[in-house]
Nanobody, 127 residues
Framework: QVHLEDSGGGVVQAGDSLRLSCAAD????????MAWFRQAPGKSREFVAG????????YYSPSLNGRLTISRDNEQNTGALQIYSLEPKDTAVYYC????????????????????WGQGTQVTVSS
C-alpha cells in the first residue's frame, strides 16, 4: 500500500518554471515505478513522465520532452517533476501515481495500470 500526496502547483506566467513534489508513505514506494499525469478540463488524463523503481530509467511524453525533468529519492520516499518554459496549454491538474506491480521492467503510460494516486495539484499558466 502506498499513499501519495502531491504539491507545488500554483498560478504562474508563461515562460516560468515549476517544481511539483510527491511525498509517499509506504514501504513499497522504492520498488515501484512512479509517474506524473495531468488532466485538463474536458480532457482525459494524460501521461507526462515516468521513472522506474530505482531511478535509472525515465520516459517523457514526446509532446513535452525537453521541458521536463523527473526525479525520485527512495531514501526520502519522495518524487519530483520540474517543468520548464510553461505554456498556457500546460494548465491542468497534475497527479503523481505509483505502479501497483513491484519491479516492473518498463514504464507504463496507461493511467489504468497505476494503482496509487495523489490528490492532484492545480497548475495554471497565464499568458
Amino acid at each position: 500500500q502506498v499513499h501519495l500526496e502531491d504539491s507545488g502547483g500554483g498560478v504562474v506566467q508563461a515562460g516560468d518554471s515549476l517544481r511539483l513534489s510527491c511525498a509517499a508513505d509506504g514501504r513499497t514506494f522504492g520498488s515501484v515505478t512512479m509517474a506524473w499525469f495531468r488532466q485538463a478540463p474536458g480532457k482525459s488524463r494524460e501521461f507526462v513522465a515516468g521513472i522506474n523503481w530505482n531511478g535509472d530509467g525515465t520516459y517523457y511524453s514526446p509532446s513535452l520532452n525537453g521541458r521536463l525533468t523527473i526525479s525520485r529519492d527512495n531514501e526520502q520516499n519522495t518524487g519530483a517533476l520540474q517543468i520548464y518554459s510553461l505554456e498556457p496549454k500546460d494548465t491542468a491538474v497534475y497527479y503523481c501515481a505509483a505502479d501497483g506491480r513491484l519491479y516492473r521492467p518498463i514504464i507504463i503510460t496507461d493511467p489504468s495500470q497505476y494503482t496509487y494516486w495523489g490528490q492532484g495539484t492545480q497548475v495554471t499558466v497565464s499568458s
